[in-house]
């Protein structure tokens, strides 16, 4: 069965960092790409990013919105999906999903919420 | 980025009734080289992340009920819930996958009249 197990989430100030993860199990999750997607609270889904597998050297795509403050990483012998976030702003409270990708995203972890405030 | 639209943004139907929600893409999602729209339907109970239910805009997802169909081509996509019940109240998002970054639909809110 394929899971995905996001951590990581909690309160934080604005302009602080955070350190997503998502675990990954049930599939050989070396093979996909993997993304992040997020959702305000009461709104909408909002793409974050996503990062290829090795055989496309790992290189990474963002939304403009968190592009230069976001990054996304991934270490495929712990099966874990990585998302940085510095720079934190007050929008940036969401739940934040992890997602595999099978050109659409056929699996979605639970979320875990990020809350920025003073 | 291509711009998903949804429509409406909510809608009131009674059970064993048709729901038909609309999503238009600012650009073609249609792959010329395999003739496929790269077009997606999740829905979202709350407090539960989004489900897939249709892929390249028709393809039913792995053990999703018959009485969801998604149609269109190009830049105008269709899901249709054939009679309503009671477990389909969601919120329903479109999503392209043609090109990054990858956008949805502002989502479209199903309710029981």
């Known amino acids: 069965e394929v899971q995905l197990v996001e951590s990581g989430g909690g309160l934080v100030q604005p302009g602080g960092s955070l350190r997503l993860s998502c675990a990954g199990s049930?599939?050989?999750?070396?093979?996909?790409?993997m993304h992040w997607v997020r959702q305000a609270p009461g709104k909408g889904l909002e793409w974050v990013g996503r990062?290829?597998?090795?055989?496309?050297?790992?290189?990474?795509e963002y939304a403009a919105s968190v592009k230069g403050r976001f990054t996304i990483s991934r270490d495929d012998s712990k099966n874990s999906l990585y998302l940085q976030m510095n720079s934190l702003k007050t929008e940036d409270t969401a739940v934040y999903y992890c997602?595999?990708?099978?050109?659409?995203?056929?699996?979605w972890g639970q979320g875990t919420l990020v809350t920025v405030s003073s | 980025d291509i711009v998903m639209t949804q429509s409406p943004d909510s809608l009131a139907v009674s059970l064993g009734e048709r729901a038909t929600i609309n999503c238009k893409s600012s650009?073609?999602?249609?792959?010329?080289?395999?003739?496929?729209?790269?077009l997606a339907w999740y829905q979202q109970k709350p407090g539960q992340p989004p489900k897939l239910l249709i892929y390249?805009?028709?393809t039913r997802y792995s053990g999703v009920p018959d009485r969801f169909t998604g149609s269109g081509s190009g830049t105008d996509f269709t899901l249709t819930i054939s009679s309503l019940q009671a477990e389909d109240v969601a919120v329903y998002y479109c999503?392209?996958?043609?090109?990054?970054?990858?956008?949805f639909g502002q989502g479209t809110k199903v309710e029981i009249k």
């Open positions: 390249w805009a028709s």
């Open positions: 990062i290829r597998n090795k055989p496309n050297s790992y290189t990474t």
């Open positions: 049930g599939f050989t999750f070396s093979d996909p790409y």
């Open positions: 650009e073609s999602v249609l792959h010329s080289s395999n003739n496929k729209n790269s």
């Open positions: 999503q392209q996958y043609y090109s990054s970054p990858r956008t």
């Open positions: 997602a595999r990708e099978n050109y659409y995203l056929d699996y």
